[in-house]
């Protein structure tokens, strides 16, 4: 308890009520209706005008306490540990890359690369280090900072801006080597525990060094945090926590940038983007993982979710933006809401259904196997194999689960016990068949998830099986029908692999020249409705 009440004490405080801070309640509802209304799926919403939290909700089964994927948020958190190394003299922005990391001249043709010696930490931060990183290089090899150095110039560097996870990968590998800690290491005392945030988790590659462009998990009051400290110009509860100097520069103007949507034409500081109020900015990480801050409102929020298309999101936002919040100079609203009625309802759960209790008998003592042969064994061969856990959880990680083999089913009153291998990975599940999920911890690929499940049957034959990381964005739904002694698994995510094709083609080509980006775009369409073929297997006696 006196670890929790640590953290506790430096929770965000919290006003009475919206009004009581400046934010309208009214605006507040008809922003969530809007969400739920346009089928956008956000998993928390929390904001905060005047150093206080006016407005929070959680999307069961999401919760206040459980860390989320945060993706390209993590390129804020690394620009932050970026102005503190800067701040106590270990890097300044115009540091050539090769003065830390010299070993990557090794990776180049043996005549000097005039534009590798050029390379500072800026260019790397604001996106114009003119590298272009193949988006689908394969994060399972150990060779991240090779595969930036061998990557094609697009720009020369601070010619042109081209958004990869690479550069800030680079980044924290100049970090580690300035400081000689891991960059959580290095933030702990100076952003984490100032700030009250537990130790999170941060995805890295094969030599211990943080993804940098990916891979952290926050809770969203921890997001909201950061997102308020460098609003308040990187006070946090009357302390100077980050370097001032640095929160002014890296979240100002510093190139153009090419994003799809309005909202990403606007600029590109130094791992943030400009927004369209002026002044305002905002950390983005795909799925919807966003936190904005408006400078002229003294305000900002955060949100997560699961949403593929932020832009969607965003527009969602900026329809009640700057109306949410309320001139403190202006008359009192007529009409408030109750905070309590401005609710997210639970995300869709397989509900209870009549049992097939001939089929239920029949699988018990038994185990599934599937065939190693036909399509199936493509999603291996091409490195993104078929997991228990979505594609969107394993897609950048360096160490993946997948070849899911090995299943049984244990059938009790109102659950089904689930237990099935990857690799050299076996876990076991418990599912709601009554309509409830069911929590339950399982590790894969190296990492551990808190994953809810439920299960249900479809008429005789047929069984769904849920499962949800809450850790990430998304949902894993398997389908089994049996005939005889065959049974056939379908695959399914939620959201599915079509939207994540579509966001992968548009964001290919938004980062190549048109005609290798048009190319590649393709490749990764007909990649996604590959990732999830039919798996073909017997069901057999357990010896």
Same mark, same amino acid.
């Given at each position: 308890?006196?670890?929790?009440?640590?953290?506790?004490? +430096?929770?965000?405080?919290?006003?009475?009520?919206?009004?009581?801070?400046? =934010?309208?309640?009214?605006?507040?509802?008809?922003?969530?209706?809007?969400?739920?209304?346009?089928?956008?799926?956000?998993?928390?919403?929390?904001?905060?005008?005047?150093?206080?939290?006016?407005?929070?909700?959680?999307?069961?089964?999401?919760?206040?306490?459980?860390?989320?994927?945060?993706?390209?948020?993590?390129?804020?958190?690394?620009?932050?540990?970026?102005?503190?190394?800067?701040?106590?003299?270990?890097?300044?922005?115009?540091?050539?890359?090769?003065?830390?990391?010299?070993?990557?001249?090794?990776?180049?043709?043996?005549?000097?690369?005039?534009?590798?010696?050029?390379?500072?930490?800026?260019?790397?931060?604001?996106?114009?280090?003119?590298?272009?990183?193949?988006?689908?290089?394969?994060?399972?090899?150990?060779?991240?900072?090779?595969?930036?150095?061998?990557?094609?110039?697009?720009?020369?560097?601070?010619?042109?801006?081209?958004?990869?996870?690479?550069?800030?990968?680079?980044?924290?590998?100049?970090?580690?080597? =300035? $400081?000689?800690?891991?960059?959580?290491?290095?933030?702990?005392?100076?952003?984490?525990?100032?700030?009250?945030?537990?130790?999170?988790?941060?995805?890295?590659?094969?030599?211990?060094?943080?993804?940098?462009?990916?891979?952290?998990?926050?809770?969203?009051?921890?997001?909201?945090?950061?997102?308020?400290?460098?609003?308040?110009?990187?006070?946090?509860?009357?302390?100077?926590?980050?370097?001032?100097?640095?929160?002014?520069?890296?979240?100002?103007?510093?190139?153009?940038?090419?994003?799809?949507?309005?909202?990403?034409? =606007?600029?590109?500081?130094?791992?943030?983007?400009?927004?369209?109020?002026?002044? $305002?900015?905002?950390?983005?990480?795909?799925?919807?993982?966003?936190?904005?801050?408006?400078?002229?409102?003294?305000?900002?929020?955060?949100?997560?979710?699961?949403?593929?298309?932020?832009?969607?999101?965003?527009?969602?936002?900026?329809?009640?933006?700057?109306?949410?919040?309320?001139?403190?100079?202006?008359?009192?609203?007529?009409?408030?809401?109750?905070?309590?009625?401005?609710?997210?309802?639970?995300?869709?759960?397989?509900?209870?259904?009549?049992?097939?209790?001939?089929?239920?008998?029949?699988?018990?003592?038994?185990?599934?196997?599937?065939?190693?042969?036909?399509?199936?064994?493509?999603?291996?061969?091409?490195?993104?194999?078929? $997991?228990?856990?979505?594609?969107?959880?394993?897609?950048?990680?360096?160490?993946?689960?997948?070849?899911?083999?090995?299943?049984?089913?244990?059938?009790?009153?109102?659950?089904?016990?689930?237990?099935?291998?990857?690799?050299?990975?076996?876990?076991?599940?418990?599912?709601?068949?009554?309509?409830?999920?069911?929590?339950?911890?399982?590790?894969?690929?190296?990492?551990?998830?808190?994953?809810?499940?439920?299960?249900?049957?479809?008429?005789?034959?047929?069984?769904?099986?849920?499962?949800?990381?809450?850790?990430?964005?998304?949902?894993?739904?398997?389908?089994?029908?049996?005939?005889?002694?065959?049974?056939?698994?379908?695959?399914?995510?939620?959201?599915?692999?079509?939207?994540?094709?579509?966001?992968?083609?548009?964001?290919?080509?938004?980062?190549?020249?048109?005609?290798?980006?048009?190319?590649?775009?393709?490749?990764?369409?007909?990649?996604?409705?590959?990732?999830?073929?039919?798996?073909?297997?017997?069901?057999? +006696?357990?010896?």
């Amino acid at each position: 308890m006196a670890i929790l009440k640590k953290w506790a004490d +430096k929770s965000i405080k919290r006003a009475k009520r919206p009004e009581a801070v400046g =934010v309208s309640s009214l605006e507040l509802s008809a922003l969530v209706n809007d969400f739920l209304r346009s089928g956008l799926e956000i998993h928390s919403l929390m904001v905060m005008r005047r150093g206080k939290v006016a407005f929070e909700a959680f999307r069961a089964p999401y919760t206040p306490e459980m860390p989320h994927a945060m993706f390209s948020v993590s390129k804020s958190i690394t620009s932050l540990a970026a102005g503190f190394a800067i701040s106590e003299g270990l890097l300044a922005l115009e540091t050539p890359v090769l003065e830390i990391l010299p070993e990557l001249r090794g990776y180049v043709p043996e005549e000097p690369d005039e534009q590798l010696e050029r390379l500072t930490l800026r260019q790397l931060l604001a996106m114009t280090s003119g590298k272009s990183v193949p988006p689908m290089a394969d994060k399972r090899k150990n060779r991240w900072l090779r595969d930036f150095a061998e990557a094609p110039w697009r720009y020369p560097p601070g010619e042109g801006w081209n958004y990869h996870n690479e550069n800030c990968h680079v980044v924290c590998a100049m970090l580690q080597r =300035v $400081s000689g800690m891991t960059v959580v290491d290095y933030l702990m005392p100076r952003l984490f525990e100032p700030l009250g945030i537990p130790r999170p988790f941060w995805e890295t590659d094969g030599n211990g060094v943080e993804a940098g462009g990916w891979g952290i998990s926050l809770t969203t009051e921890s997001f909201a945090k950061i997102m308020l400290c460098c609003q308040q110009g990187g006070v946090y509860q009357g302390r100077q926590v980050i370097p001032a100097d640095y929160i002014q520069e890296a979240t100002r103007r510093q190139t153009e940038s090419g994003g799809a949507s309005a909202h990403g034409k =606007v600029g590109y500081g130094l791992c943030f983007w400009m927004d369209l109020l002026p002044g $305002s900015y905002r950390a983005e990480g795909v799925f919807s993982q966003l936190g904005l801050v408006f400078p002229d409102q003294g305000a900002c929020l955060v949100m997560t979710g699961g949403e593929i298309f932020s832009a969607d999101s965003l527009d969602c936002l900026f329809r009640h933006i700057p109306q949410l919040f309320l001139d403190e100079n202006g008359p009192k609203p007529e009409r408030v809401i109750d905070p309590a009625d401005i609710r997210l309802p639970p995300l869709p759960e397989l509900p209870r259904a009549p049992r097939s209790i001939s089929l239920e008998q029949k699988l018990e003592g038994r185990i599934i196997r599937f065939s190693q042969q036909g399509p199936q064994s493509l999603p291996q061969a091409l490195g993104y194999p078929v $997991s228990v856990m979505p594609v969107a959880v394993f897609f950048m990680s360096a160490e993946k689960g997948g070849g899911i083999n090995d299943l049984r089913f244990r059938f009790q009153t109102d659950t089904l016990q689930f237990s099935w291998s990857e690799g050299s990975e076996r876990n076991t599940v418990l599912c709601g068949m009554d309509g409830r999920a069911r929590r339950s911890l399982i590790r894969l690929g190296g990492m551990d998830f808190t994953v809810g499940c439920t299960a249900a049957w479809e008429g005789a034959s047929r069984l769904h099986v849920w499962l949800r990381p809450l850790e990430s964005v998304a949902q894993r739904r398997l389908t089994f029908i049996f005939s005889g002694s065959v049974v056939r698994m379908l695959p399914r995510s939620s959201p599915g692999l079509s939207s994540i094709g579509k966001y992968l083609t548009g964001y290919i080509s938004t980062l190549l020249p048109s005609a290798l980006g048009g190319l590649m775009a393709s490749q990764a369409s007909k990649l996604a409705q590959l990732a999830e073929p039919m798996h073909i297997g017997t069901v057999t +006696k357990l010896k």
